[in-house]
């Protein structure tokens, strides 16, 4: 049967509809110039540097919309060549090696003749990649009317304005770009209990600090949920920049043990030694708590929420915030090894290398996921998924309190879930960066 692919006269189409659908947005530049903007990109991703694939991102702005004092991590740099270049593939091959995609654009811009010509570089830095993958932030955004677009691999763009991505062309198909699964209402309400036990350690650890003089301030309930996910995002950003592909499972804690034993559908080649070593994330997110609660009891706060979370400085939040990077890259790092990651929903480091085996039921479809809560679905057989996504669907129809976690060799992230009965998948829109 013929398959209908799209390019990128397709995805301009679907991204002006896109566009013009949200509210006060600016007028988006004709559909030839918009062709020609995205074709290049296209193209450009199809190269490679030596054995590297093109990642890079390009803001169609006039340099003149650039704030020439400004530069990271508050303001973006431009940073003008003294003579335009040609906005030409090879030309982007080129720049992407010094416009780091987690850090820079490449600026383009309309010349005299109406053609496009790549005037210079913006640093960025990395604060817009920070927010998406749980950090604090404020990040710099483009002008509100530029249009960014994303290289992300051989075939992938990436198109929206400013932080926002509008559009997504993968592997032929266009469409809306993944969904930001954690802040969904399903997910955090899995690990409501975890949260609570945290809140209540965090509550009697605060009780003894003021009691002994200090003063520390509250902690709204979504800055404890944005710390607990700060890993899991980073993690999986981690992983989706390898391009190898891996498993991560979370089991319900009080039948985990039973799940990885040898009777258990999860067979650990590697498993970690019952300890405080295997813990150690649940003991970096109360001592991140705990750092927060006492920045802003320095700075005369009473209660910190998401926005005062992103003001807030300090050498002990540093320090927190650099020993949970660190585990996530452990994760990541873990997830190579053929098998999947297995955690609790306590966060506990279980092991690695576990085979998803045994007697597991025979599906013969599963949901995709629409929206956020899965309220709208469309019914997917398994012929084209591989071998790590059967086995997690799998897995998850057998344990319907687990969640997986699997990313793909070409960067793509799905959460895995029964959900309502029927084992569904969610598409996450997690950053592939380099770090």
């Not at 763009?157 to 509008?166: D, K, Q």
Request: charged share 25%; glycine share 10%; aromatic share 6%.
């Amino acid at each position: 049967m013929a398959v209908d692919y799209a390019y990128p006269p397709q995805l301009a189409r679907f991204l002006r509809h896109a566009w013009e659908a949200m509210p006060d947005a600016p007028v988006l530049m004709d559909t030839a110039h918009l062709e020609r903007a995205l074709t290049v990109a296209y193209q450009a991703s199809l190269l490679r540097d030596e054995d590297r694939a093109i990642r890079v991102r390009i803001v169609v702005a006039g340099p003149e919309e650039f704030d020439p004092l400004a530069g990271p991590p508050d303001g973006l740099q431009p940073l003008l060549f003294g003579e335009s270049v040609p906005y030409v593939p090879d030309e982007l091959r080129r720049l992407a090696i010094a416009a780091k995609y987690h850090r820079a654009l490449v600026g383009i811009h309309p010349g005299p003749d109406g053609r496009f010509r790549i005037w210079g570089i913006v640093q960025s830095g990395p604060g817009w990649l920070q927010v998406a993958q749980g950090g604090r932030g404020p990040a710099p955004a483009p002008p509100p009317s530029a249009l960014v677009v994303r290289v992300l691999g051989p075939g992938r763009i990436a198109v929206g304005r400013g932080l926002s991505t509008l559009a997504e062309l993968r592997g032929g198909v266009v469409g809306s770009p993944g969904m930001d699964v954690f802040r969904s209402v399903w997910l955090p309400a899995r690990f409501s209990e975890t949260r609570a036990e945290l809140a209540t350690l965090h509550a009697g650890e605060r009780a003894r600090a003021e009691a002994s003089g200090e003063r520390w301030a509250n902690l709204e309930r979504d800055v404890i949920q944005l710390v607990s996910q700060a890993m899991v995002r980073r993690f999986l950003a981690a992983m989706a920049s390898a391009h190898h592909g891996g498993t991560v499972i979370v089991l319900p804690t009080e039948s985990a043990a039973r799940i990885v034993s040898g009777a258990g559908p999860l067979r650990l080649k590697y498993a970690f030694e019952d300890g405080e070593p295997r813990r150690r994330y649940r003991r970096l997110i109360l001592g991140l708590m705990r750092a927060i609660a006492r920045a802003g009891g320095m700075e005369g706060v009473a209660s910190v929420d998401r926005e005062t979370y992103a003001t807030l400085r300090g050498e002990e939040l540093s320090s927190q915030r650099d020993a949970i990077f660190e585990m996530s890259q452990l994760i990541a790092a873990l997830t190579e090894v053929d098998g999947a990651v297995v955690m609790t929903k306590r966060f506990e480091l279980l092991g690695f290398g576990a085979e998803i085996a045994g007697d597991l039921p025979d599906l013969q479809h599963v949901e995709r996921a629409l929206d956020l809560e899965a309220g709208d679905t469309a019914r997917e057989t398994l012929t084209a998924d591989g071998t790590r996504h059967r086995s997690a669907y799998r897995l998850c129809m057998r344990v319907p309190d687990a969640v997986a976690l699997v990313v793909s060799q070409d960067g793509g992230v799905r959460f895995i879930a029964k959900h309502r009965g029927e084992v569904t998948f969610w598409e996450h829109a997690a950053e592939a960066v380099d770090v």
